[in-house]
């Protein structure tokens, strides 16, 4: 049996739970952390304070930006993180067998007490090469920190940010429903999937366990199946149904509902458009509003959309309306999306006008079938009347790209500085402790992100700062801030006295990604041909960086 670690960590004057998928340990790491964290102890080099950066090199999905997400879910591993007996033991019988004894002796005594943790604010707009974590601490266990740090941060930022985009794309007032769990990468890809998306500007999930873990809103109507299991309305045993404020009762709800048919069929304005509907569907309908007669949204799309699901499902809602109730809508899950979806708003408004129903012509409009960003703008340049989008498998899945690529690199060590060089420049690290600044312009929007040794002074509001590509040297920029930004706050400050910052609850985090999203400028976030945002150094980090790497890097000889 495994032995489970108390969790329940103080911090900020409150509790930190363990992870949320108990599978998250230490465990959770790559085996070359641990024959490292061996070295350095055999060496006595395991307390050495060094400092690394978590950062990624390139915005996923051909766009210029990524929203950062995982923050908390590393916060709470930092938080419990402890090795159990079981998992020394395991350790032990995974290295080779010449290690000390006294290497799983310090394992066992092993915490992130020692170990600070500066972030950028969960749900930010964050771009390549900018530290979205830096981790400073004994260099061992700062390296068994490396893998699950990166696995908890770049799927939940690539579909985080995945979900801003089909946010962008189909506007602020569709509603978005994730609807991925059955698509999803197992359980964890689903749930994390489900979380990351709600933070990226989803309003709801199907996925009922996301639901209760973190407070998503929950959608969800019936499938294909529940349609076509039915054979006749002689299915329906009990048929009466209360109206909506209880003041009356209709003891045969399947005959309103065949009336309310009858007339849609030959009411002047729809006589001749359909003929004879599909029973068994009509049966369906009515027996589900029998259930849920509050929330009616039907799927219509089991038979024929406009010659039976769609006169269906207005007289099962024109029945529930004569009880007080207001159906929800429909969902269409195949067939031309843009054109059923007119279709569909036609039919609605003509019910409302013949009938005199007030609102009706408004019902709610759902498409589903295989969405994804490139779907959506489609349906937005050829015209539609969708309310609400349900998007599963490319989103979910992040079928467009298929990992963000975060990298964990060590920038210094007992207050050296480090660099990692090769001769692709964009995998050359940019040394040192560093701080990030944000610095905005006099529209309010962001122009640059700025880093700058730890011991420079800050930009200034109004005082003109030299901004420089880091490598590329003709690439540079004087600006003048409105608004400066520091980046980075403490999240974990070990046993440190440093003031931390709170995490905030996961609506909370929504809301600020969704009004920082929109505080960006529009050129950034188009989807072709986006405007690559700027991200520079200072002039004097820039020269320290081409110092270090000329200093570090090899001289050839000709021969």
Same mark, same amino acid.
């Given at each position: 049996m495994v032995e489970k670690v108390k969790a329940n960590c103080n911090y900020s004057g409150r509790v930190v739970e363990g992870p949320t998928n108990p599978i998250v340990t230490p465990l959770l790491t790559d085996l070359y952390q641990f024959t490292m964290a061996y070295a350095y102890w055999k060496a006595n080099k395991h307390q050495e304070r060094a400092v690394f950066d978590l950062y990624f090199r390139k915005n996923p999905f051909g766009g210029e930006y990524t929203v950062f997400a995982g923050l908390e879910e590393c916060i709470r591993l930092i938080a419990n993180f402890k090795f159990t007996e079981d998992d020394i033991s395991f350790i032990r019988e995974s290295l080779p067998g010449s290690c000390e004894d006294g290497f799983f002796d310090y394992l066992r005594g092993l915490d992130c007490s020692e170990v600070e943790v500066y972030a950028i604010a969960e749900g930010s707009a964050v771009f390549p090469k900018v530290p979205l974590l830096r981790i400073e601490g004994p260099i061992a266990v700062a390296q068994l920190l490396e893998t699950p740090l990166v696995n908890l941060i770049n799927f939940a930022s690539l579909v985080a940010t995945n979900a801003a985009r089909h946010r962008f794309v189909a506007g602020k007032s569709k509603s978005l429903l994730e609807f991925g769990l059955r698509r999803a990468q197992g359980p964890d890809g689903g749930l994390s999937a489900s979380k990351y998306c709600y933070l990226g500007g989803f309003d709801a999930t199907s996925n009922v366990a996301a639901g209760r873990l973190f407070g998503i809103p929950l959608r969800g109507t019936h499938s294909h199946a529940f349609v076509s299991s039915y054979m006749s309305p002689d299915e329906i045993i009990d048929k009466s149904l209360q109206s909506a404020d209880g003041s009356s009762s209709c003891e045969d709800f399947v005959s309103s509902v065949q009336t309310w048919i009858n007339k849609i069929q030959w009411s002047n304005s729809l006589r001749g458009s359909f003929g004879e509907t599909n029973h068994s569907e009509l049966a369906a309908f009515t027996s589900y509003a029998l259930a849920f007669p509050r929330s009616f949204l039907a799927l219509v799309d089991t038979y024929d959309v406009m010659r039976s699901g769609i006169p269906n499902f207005c007289a099962v809602a024109l029945a529930l309306n004569d009880l007080g109730y207001k159906a929800v809508g429909i969902r269409l899950d195949s067939g031309d999306l843009a054109y059923l979806s007119c279709e569909s708003r036609k039919f609605f408004s003509t019910i409302e006008k013949e009938f005199g129903v007030p609102g009706f012509g408004k019902m709610g409009i759902t498409a589903s079938n295989d969405l994804n960003e490139e779907t959506l703008d489609a349906l937005n340049k050829q015209g539609h009347e969708v309310d609400s989008y349900g998007i599963g498998t490319y989103l979910v899945t992040c079928y467009a790209q298929a990992a963000l690529g975060c990298?964990?690199?060590?920038?210094?060590?007992?207050?050296?500085?480090?660099?990692?060089?090769?001769?692709?420049?964009?995998?050359?690290?940019?040394?040192?402790?560093?701080?990030?600044?944000?610095?905005?312009?006099?529209?309010?929007?962001?122009?640059?992100?700025?880093?700058?040794?730890?011991?420079?002074?800050?930009?200034?509001?109004?005082?003109?700062?030299?901004?420089?590509?880091?490598?590329?040297?003709?690439?540079?920029?004087?600006?003048?801030?409105?608004?400066?930004?520091?980046?980075?706050?403490?999240?974990? /400050?070990?046993?440190?006295?440093? /003031?931390?910052?709170?995490?905030?609850?996961?609506?909370?985090?929504?809301?600020?990604?969704?009004?920082?999203?929109?505080?960006?400028?529009?050129?950034?976030?188009?989807?072709?041909? /986006?405007?690559?945002?700027?991200?520079?150094?200072?002039?004097?980090?820039?020269?320290?960086?081409?110092?270090?790497?000329?200093?570090?890097? /090899?001289?050839?000889?000709l021969q």
């Amino acid at each position: 049996m495994v032995e489970k670690v108390k969790a329940n960590c103080n911090y900020s004057g409150r509790v930190v739970e363990g992870p949320t998928n108990p599978i998250v340990t230490p465990l959770l790491t790559d085996l070359y952390q641990f024959t490292m964290a061996y070295a350095y102890w055999k060496a006595n080099k395991h307390q050495e304070r060094a400092v690394f950066d978590l950062y990624f090199r390139k915005n996923p999905f051909g766009g210029e930006y990524t929203v950062f997400a995982g923050l908390e879910e590393c916060i709470r591993l930092i938080a419990n993180f402890k090795f159990t007996e079981d998992d020394i033991s395991f350790i032990r019988e995974s290295l080779p067998g010449s290690c000390e004894d006294g290497f799983f002796d310090y394992l066992r005594g092993l915490d992130c007490s020692e170990v600070e943790v500066y972030a950028i604010a969960e749900g930010s707009a964050v771009f390549p090469k900018v530290p979205l974590l830096r981790i400073e601490g004994p260099i061992a266990v700062a390296q068994l920190l490396e893998t699950p740090l990166v696995n908890l941060i770049n799927f939940a930022s690539l579909v985080a940010t995945n979900a801003a985009r089909h946010r962008f794309v189909a506007g602020k007032s569709k509603s978005l429903l994730e609807f991925g769990l059955r698509r999803a990468q197992g359980p964890d890809g689903g749930l994390s999937a489900s979380k990351y998306c709600y933070l990226g500007g989803f309003d709801a999930t199907s996925n009922v366990a996301a639901g209760r873990l973190f407070g998503i809103p929950l959608r969800g109507t019936h499938s294909h199946a529940f349609v076509s299991s039915y054979m006749s309305p002689d299915e329906i045993i009990d048929k009466s149904l209360q109206s909506a404020d209880g003041s009356s009762s209709c003891e045969d709800f399947v005959s309103s509902v065949q009336t309310w048919i009858n007339k849609i069929q030959w009411s002047n304005s729809l006589r001749g458009s359909f003929g004879e509907t599909n029973h068994s569907e009509l049966a369906a309908f009515t027996s589900y509003a029998l259930a849920f007669p509050r929330s009616f949204l039907a799927l219509v799309d089991t038979y024929d959309v406009m010659r039976s699901g769609i006169p269906n499902f207005c007289a099962v809602a024109l029945a529930l309306n004569d009880l007080g109730y207001k159906a929800v809508g429909i969902r269409l899950d195949s067939g031309d999306l843009a054109y059923l979806s007119c279709e569909s708003r036609k039919f609605f408004s003509t019910i409302e006008k013949e009938f005199g129903v007030p609102g009706f012509g408004k019902m709610g409009i759902t498409a589903s079938n295989d969405l994804n960003e490139e779907t959506l703008d489609a349906l937005n340049k050829q015209g539609h009347e969708v309310d609400s989008y349900g998007i599963g498998t490319y989103l979910v899945t992040c079928y467009a790209q298929a990992a963000l690529g975060c990298v964990f690199k060590l920038v210094e060590i007992n207050n050296q500085p480090r660099i990692k060089l090769s001769e692709d420049v964009s995998k050359v690290s940019i040394p040192c402790k560093k701080r990030s600044y944000r610095l905005y312009g006099r529209e309010g929007y962001p122009l640059v992100d700025i880093m700058t040794g730890e011991n420079e002074p800050s930009p200034k509001v109004g005082e003109r700062i030299l901004c420089r590509h880091p490598f590329n040297e003709s690439k540079r920029a004087y600006v003048v801030p409105q608004q400066v930004e520091e980046l980075l706050k403490c999240y974990w /400050p070990g046993s440190s006295d440093k /003031p931390r910052e709170d995490l905030p609850p996961l609506k909370d985090i929504r809301d600020s990604c969704i009004k920082q999203l929109e505080r960006m400028r529009p050129d950034h976030m188009r989807r072709l041909n /986006p405007t690559p945002y700027k991200v520079s150094v200072s002039a004097k980090l820039y020269d320290f960086i081409h110092f270090l790497w000329l200093n570090e890097a /090899p001289v050839g000889e000709l021969q």
